[in-house]
């Protein structure tokens, strides 16, 4: 598989530039985690959480695309807007693909059998990509005290 978007994007990604960089990068591999739990879910015959993880796949990878607009705007302007944003974009990411965990985590666990490794992969992606999210909130809150930091643990620990 080879597909130009793929590659395009990949390229975008390893480039010398600020963005698009891991904050992208981890909600497109959330939205990997929730495609390959909504396999999962519709090999299981589970058409609420197929159709979930087709809103988080589809939330997920908008997020990509905000994580580069906000913190290219950030570099730009350096208000503290921007940064704010850089620190909600991630939120988002971790509190979404947490959710993937937790679905593909269940439909592991429930679901049909044949399909076990295809919903543990999504499970096991998507809590990287919540732990990343986490990481990316913390740095960018720079040792801040802000009621966000807590919300993104509360996503790691559901994730985990």
Do not use: C, K, W
Not at 12 to 28: E, H, N, W, Y
Not at 91 to 96: C, M, P, R, S, V
Not at 104 to 130: F, K, M, Q, S, Y
Request: proline residues 3%.
């Amino acid at each position: 598989m080879q597909s130009d978007s793929v590659v395009n994007y990949l390229d975008a990604l390893g480039a010398r530039t600020p963005a698009p960089a891991s904050g992208s990068g981890a909600a497109v591999t959330g939205a990997i985690a929730a495609a390959l739990a909504e396999l999962a879910a519709r090999f299981s015959d589970d058409g609420a959480a197929a159709a979930r993880l087709v809103e988080l796949r589809a939330r997920l990878v908008a997020l990509a695309g905000d994580d580069a607009d906000a913190y290219t705007a950030f570099v730009h302007t350096r208000s503290d807007a921007d940064r704010s944003r850089t620190i909600d974009v991630p939120l988002a990411i971790a509190e979404a693909a947490s959710e993937v965990a937790v679905l593909a985590r269940t439909l592991a666990e429930h679901g049909n059998p044949r399909v076990a490794g295809d919903a543990e992969a999504g499970a096991e992606l998507a809590a990287a990509v919540t732990r990343v999210g986490a990481r990316l909130v913390e740095i960018n809150l720079g040792g801040s005290a802000d009621p966000r930091l807590e919300r993104v643990r509360t996503a790691v620990a559901a994730a985990s």
